[in-house]
């Protein structure tokens, strides 16, 4: 079982690749070399294969990286399964898991969401897009510092709030508000709920 990510870049004609194609690139790499792994294709599209456990905090990291660029955002459809076929690339290998997530893009186009997940157990999709919606009602608003912020915690797990002031060069208490703005208690428990249901798909 594997997950993949497939996505695009929301409002990448108004800006230049170079905003946001390395801060991506950068990131993926770490999840092995492309195309194997990863793809970027068709200008502002992308597709990445990553482990199931690791499916959503990737996707939410994805989306805390762009939307610290002023005024993007992306859309991503999340397919958890098996891998059937290896091509000589991620966008040329098929299976469940590819299938699900190319279809889940497709089908939130056209709606309102920005971010959606396909395991095959109805149950946990139904659960899980739920939650996801309502999480997307404050992730889809996160301002450039309140994305930056995100990014940099789940980057660093266990920093303390002393270290990313640091970091960032602004008081603890500072760190402290902007955690509470973007949320990021219940983008954890989220990701808690996630990590339980994955074991049961």
Known sequence: ?????????????????????????????????????????????????????????????????IKSVKDLDVRMGIGIGLETYIGSGVSESNGPAYQRSGRKLESIKDGKVNLSIATGNEFYDKTLNLMLQLALDFMDSWSVVSAEIIALVL?????????????????????????????????????????????EV
């Open 1 to 65: 079982m594997i997950a993949i990510i497939t996505g695009d870049i929301i409002n990448s004609e108004g800006h230049q690749s170079s905003e946001w194609i390395d801060i991506l690139k950068t990131y993926f790499t770490r999840f092995g070399p492309s195309p194997m792994n990863w793809e970027i294709y068709r200008g502002d599209e992308f597709q990445l294969k990553v482990t199931k456990d690791n499916a959503l905090l990737t996707a939410i990291h994805i989306k805390a990286l």
């Open 155 to 199: 980057e660093n797990p266990k920093a303390s709030q002393k270290e990313i002031a640091k970091k960032l060069g602004i008081k603890q208490s500072a760190v402290s508000q902007r955690l509470k703005r973007a949320r990021l208690d219940l983008v954890m428990d989220l990701l808690n709920y996630y990590e339980q249901a994955i074991k």
